[in-house]
């Protein structure tokens, strides 16, 4: 709690600051990317600012402004720390005076910072959190999300493995994201068989003891046999196919994931799943460019969270650019509700009853090719968002 009197004072220099601020400010966008820049999901959080960065200057036409107003971005370090992740959204909104934040990486971050943005009447645009929660029972109105959400991803990879005949166990990291995923997931499958969820620490290293009950529950079961991984970050589950899985005829699924971590699915050629985004798979003009662009700057293709990160940048400018550069967060809401945005993933359409983005996953299937390091998603079709029944879980 900060002291009565020393609050009157702040609020006090505030309105002495703000005539002075408004004059500087008036002729600029303030935009916050509040992200997990370090710790476990730093790899995630470094694409997806290189994506925002490329795409505001991609939608802008190389302006870096809209309307005459110079877009300026400021970056706040959540650290993978809910705690941490709250107190920068706060400091963004009232210090940096952000109109509008876009992060973080992880779903427990981005769950703390939720009331934030509720506090400060700002938007705040999750990219790339994946909770369902997060556009679910713990959303407000300030919320939007570029970013694909559990029931997405859930909801996807059952198209591709929910077949009659098919016994299925999971296997996800402890926290929000693996347990909404897993949820989301059991909601979807229709035909096949869930008989077991094996949730392990997010740190884990070890997997033998989860891979043994994962095989015990399957090795007697009749048919197609599927453990199904929902992981991120450190740690490599994929390990688990050491222990001699081929002997029972189990096999291993997941859904897309960062070029590094998909070097292990080459041990996997004709492993199906569905992915938020490859850079292969989509044929679109605004794709087309933000491969090009990766290329051109850093030799290597765009990545899972580059594209987010892009995604992310198209919406905040696509909605500026409709109000006129107006910030008014009233304004930007009513103009985001139901608008519609071009991205490397194709049209996105941000749903008004939960301001969850509507997108196309790929079902794909690995294939192996030696001109690449990791195994390489061929798309067996788009999954466009009219094929996916995706819940509404807010209770608005």
Same mark, same amino acid.
């Given at each position: 709690?900060?002291?009565?009197?020393?609050?009157?004072?702040?609020i006090a220099l505030a309105c002495t600051a703000t005539l002075g601020f408004a004059q500087s400010t008036s002729g600029e966008i303030r935009i916050a990317h509040v992200y997990d820049k370090t710790g476990p999901l730093e790899a995630y959080a470094k694409q997806t600012h290189t994506g925002l960065m490329m795409g505001l200057n991609y939608a802008t036409g190389g302006t870096m402004a809209v309307n005459g107003k110079k877009l300026v971005v400021i970056e706040k370090d959540s650290q993978f720390k809910p705690d941490v992740g709250r107190a920068q959204l706060a400091a963004a909104y009232a210090d940096d005076k952000a109109d509008i934040a876009i992060g973080p990486t992880g779903s427990g971050v981005a769950l703390a910072m939720l009331p934030v943005a509720e506090e400060y009447k700002k938007i705040l645009?999750? =990219?790339?959190?994946?909770?369902?929660?997060?556009?679910?029972d713990k959303w407000n109105k300030y919320i939007f999300r570029t970013g694909r959400n559990s029931s997405q991803d859930a909801i996807s990879n059952a198209v591709a493995l929910d077949k009659a005949g098919t016994t299925i166990a999971t296997l996800a990291q402890d926290y929000?994201?693996?347990?909404?995923?897993?949820?989301?997931?059991?909601?979807?499958?229709?035909?096949?068989?869930?008989?077991? =969820?094996e949730y392990l620490p997010t740190n884990t290293t070890d997997f033998t003891a989860g891979a043994q009950r994962l095989i015990d529950k399957l090795k007697d079961q009749p048919g197609r046999k599927i453990i199904w991984i929902i992981w991120a970050g450190a740690g490599n589950p994929f390990k688990i196919a050491d222990l001699d899985l081929k002997r029972y005829n189990i096999e291993i699924a997941t859904g897309g994931n960062i070029l590094p971590a998909m070097t292990a699915y080459?041990?996997?050629?004709?492993? =199906?799943?569905?992915?938020?985004?490859?850079?292969?798979?989509?044929k679109n003009p605004v794709n087309d460019a933000l491969v090009a662009e990766h290329y051109r700057q850093f030799k290597t293709p765009p990545d899972f969270f580059t594209a987010g990160g892009f995604s992310a940048a198209m919406a905040v400018v696509t909605a500026l650019k409709k109000t006129g550069g107006d910030t008014n967060t009233n304004k930007l809401i009513s103009t985001m509700e139901g608008m519609s945005f071009d991205t490397p993933k194709g049209k996105m359409t941000f749903r008004k009853e939960d301001h969850q983005a509507?997108?196309?996953?790929?079902?794909?299937k690995i294939k192996v090719d030696p001109a690449f390091a990791w195994g390489v998603p061929e798309l067996v079709r788009e999954i466009k968002p009219e094929d996916m029944d995706i819940p509404i879980r807010n209770k608005r």
């Open positions: 709690m900060t002291h009565p009197t020393r609050r009157l004072a702040v645009l999750v =990219e790339p959190a994946v909770a369902d929660s997060i556009t679910g929000a994201f693996g347990r909404d995923g897993v949820k989301a997931f059991k909601e979807a499958v229709k035909n096949a068989k869930i008989v077991h =969820e080459k041990q996997f050629p004709g492993m =199906e799943g569905a992915s938020y985004y490859y850079f292969g798979l989509p509507m997108q196309s996953m790929y079902h794909f």
